[in-house]
């Protein structure tokens, strides 16, 4: 279905009026997708499919799980999960929105998230967990 609105959108330009069109199964495109991209600059467009992909290294695994919890946390809140496949201290990470056939907004929000996390656990502003000691 097609419908086309005006809607108030955030970006980090400030807020700003635009007409989108809106329909099951559209990823963000053309101008829109170019300045969102450019919001995650440390991510990468997957040439197989449209999907952006990054990986995340940490000290060790506590630091890891910690990232992968607040992110887990947010992306259960939001309804929007990552492809994600973790070993020690790596996160590899990719960012699609099935139902929108591509790389979103939510994605995009997603992966602002998730690089803000990464800086919060490498600062020690995360706490990490304490396995039970028996």
Not at 12 to 34: I, S, Y
Not at 100 to 122: T, Y
Request: hydrophobic letters at 40%; a negative charge; charged letters at 30%.
């Amino acid at each position: 279905f097609f419908s086309t609105i005006a809607m108030l959108r955030t970006t980090t330009c400030g807020t700003r009026l635009v007409n989108a069109k809106f329909r099951r199964g559209a990823a963000l495109q053309g101008p829109e997708r170019v300045a969102e991209l450019q919001r995650i600059p440390t991510w990468s467009e997957l040439p197989d499919r449209d999907a952006i992909y990054k990986e995340f290294r940490f000290d060790d695994f506590k630091h890891c799980f910690a990232f992968m919890i607040k992110v887990a946390e947010r992306a259960e809140a939001s309804d929007h999960h990552p492809e994600w496949f973790n070993v020690y201290n790596t996160v590899k990470a990719t960012l699609a929105t099935h139902t929108d056939n591509g790389v979103s907004d939510k994605d995009i929000e997603l992966a602002i998230h998730m690089d803000d996390m990464e800086l919060q656990v490498k600062a020690g502003k995360v706490p990490l967990f304490a396995p039970d000691q028996r």
